[in-house]
């Protein structure tokens, strides 16, 4: 795992290096393209975006970069013949991230107004399951489905950090824009999940039998990750996590959770690394240009999302490749892909790195030790509990993103399963030893067990499923979270 230290530890210069390259390279109407010469795009500005903020910088480049996104996503959806460069969904799904990627700018002219006006396009452009590669196509788009939910998530968040009723420039108004946000999620998540294959994965086209996709299981639970991920205004999750159908296309339907099927899908990514760990995916699908995923950034960090430890051995070829396609010359990473390695505007590395960089800071695993070593870490706080797939256990702690897999024997499982189907105050000690056929006394030591294997998943960091407590008057354990 040397290249992934390595690249870790050096990836704040390579941002801030990256980021002066874009700057001086900022076209004169605010945007910039695929390459440094090349003509402003939707797309790629809106990658450049989230580069800068990761360095640091805001201010008078990322207005401009805002300016250049609010006048170029309704002139450039529009179709060809009336002056724009096509219908396509794309120009939504990247113009939305761009417009989110700096929140504090939110109320800069015309960000609102034209967020609002990507909402109503969805709204007008809907297809069964999502939403299509370009307008006049019936098939539903896994690429630009996943984007949708994920921008249209990231909105939502936006929305409840503003509160409701506050009136934004432009004339918007958030709790009237959050009410026609939130069931556009629920028709792309649908969707999403209508398609999913029995594996866990995502096939890299709709309706059709195709060989799983890497890059477009990656988009699909990066957008469901993020439909999970939100706080609502007094604090209370933003998404009701129930059973849902899962399925449709592709054998049976099941039910099954969000948190699951992201999990579900992290574990396929890292069970099949490496059809993903060193290649560029072709995107057929994306017409007008030629779309290449890059699977090796794009798959690192939804495995990371989905529990996976920044430093698994699954990801070493991945980090490897990443570390060596920073060119230092261009001050960019290099593009693998068709047309060779060359320098180019995309956000999947630093995407790629923050993911790794956020999730080491919960696993307290950080290559800088704390001034104080002999402070010990605050215990986490577990708000969310799911029984996920197989023998794991989903785990959502306080101020920590996402979801944490934990993976227990079966006994230990079945001790957890017991506390799980009580009801809320909890079960007595006794009733759990009858429920096991085990000794009353043995019982502490199980729940000694769980709670090691669930610091365990949290990187080492203290926490506690199982907590003890008096149940009808005598002792028992209650589920953390409840």
């Known amino acids: 795992m040397k290249n992934a230290h390595v690249g870790l530890a050096a990836f704040t210069t390579r941002a801030g290096e990256a980021a002066r390259t874009l700057l001086h390279n900022q076209g004169y109407d605010g945007g910039w393209g695929l390459t440094l010469t090349s003509v402003s795009s939707i797309v790629n500005t809106s990658e450049v975006l989230p580069i800068l903020r990761a360095a640091g910088i805001a201010g008078q480049p990322v207005r401009q970069g805002l300016d250049f996104l609010t006048g170029a996503i309704p002139e450039h959806s529009r179709p060809r013949p009336k002056g ?16 989110l990627s700096h929140p504090r700018f939110f109320h800069h002219n015309g960000v609102a107004e034209t967020a609002a006006w990507c909402v109503c396009w969805l709204e007008d452009h809907q297809v069964d399951h999502g939403w299509p590669e370009v307008l006049g196509l019936d098939d539903t788009s896994l690429h630009q489905t996943a984007l949708v939910v994920h921008r249209l998530a990231e909105l939502r968040d936006a929305l409840h950090d503003f509160g409701p009723g506050l009136l934004l420039p432009g004339g918007v108004e958030t709790s009237g824009l959050l009410e026609r946000v ?31 996709s890497p890059s477009k299981t990656a988009l699909c639970l990066l957008a469901l990750s993020a439909v999970c991920a939100g706080i609502g205004p007094g604090g209370e999750p933003a998404h009701r996590d129930v059973l849902r159908e899962v399925g449709g296309v592709h054998g049976p339907v099941h039910r099954k959770r969000l948190s699951g099927v992201v999990v579900e899908a992290g574990q396929w990514l890292l069970h099949n690394h490496h059809r993903w760990e060193e290649f560029v995916e ?11 995923h890059m699977a090796y950034a794009l798959c690192t960090q939804a495995a990371i999302r989905a529990g996976a430890s920044p430093r698994d051995p ?6 490897k490749l990443m570390n060596e396609l920073w060119d230092p010359e261009a001050g960019l990473w290099n593009e693998p892909g068709a047309s060779g390695k060359r320098a180019t505007i995309r956000a999947a590395y630093v995407s790629a790195y923050e993911e790794a960089m956020r999730r080491l800071a919960r696993m307290n695993l950080a290559d800088t030790t704390s001034e104080d070593a002999s402070e010990a870490p605050a ?15 989903l785990l959502g702690a306080r101020d920590s993103e996402g979801n944490v897999a934990c ?16 009801p809320e105050e909890g079960v007595s000690t006794v009733r759990i030893a009858a429920k096991l056929y085990v000794a009353p006394s043995s019982v502490p030591k199980y729940v000694q067990r769980v709670n090691q294997a669930v610091s365990a998943a949290f990187g080492g960091a203290p926490a506690r499923l199982l907590l003890a407590g008096t149940v009808d008057g005598a002792s028992g354990y209650h589920l953390a979270g409840r």
């Open 407 to 422: 993976e227990l024997s079966e006994r230990l499982f079945d001790v957890v399963k017991v506390v799980y189907d009580a």
């Open 84 to 99: 724009g460069r096509g219908e396509h969904t794309r120009f939504i799904a990247f113009g939305l991230a761009g417009l």
């Open 182 to 212: 939130e069931p556009l999620i629920d028709h792309g998540v649908h969707g999403l999940l209508y398609h999913r294959r029995p594996s866990g994965a995502w096939g890299w086209r709709t309706y059709v039998d195709t060989d799983p």
């Open 379 to 393: 215990e986490m706080v577990i708000v969310h509990v799911a029984l996920g797939p197989g023998r794991t256990v």
């Open 282 to 292: 072709d995107d057929k699908d994306v017409q007008g240009t030629a779309w290449e």
């Open 314 to 319: 699954r990801l070493a070829k991945a980090w």
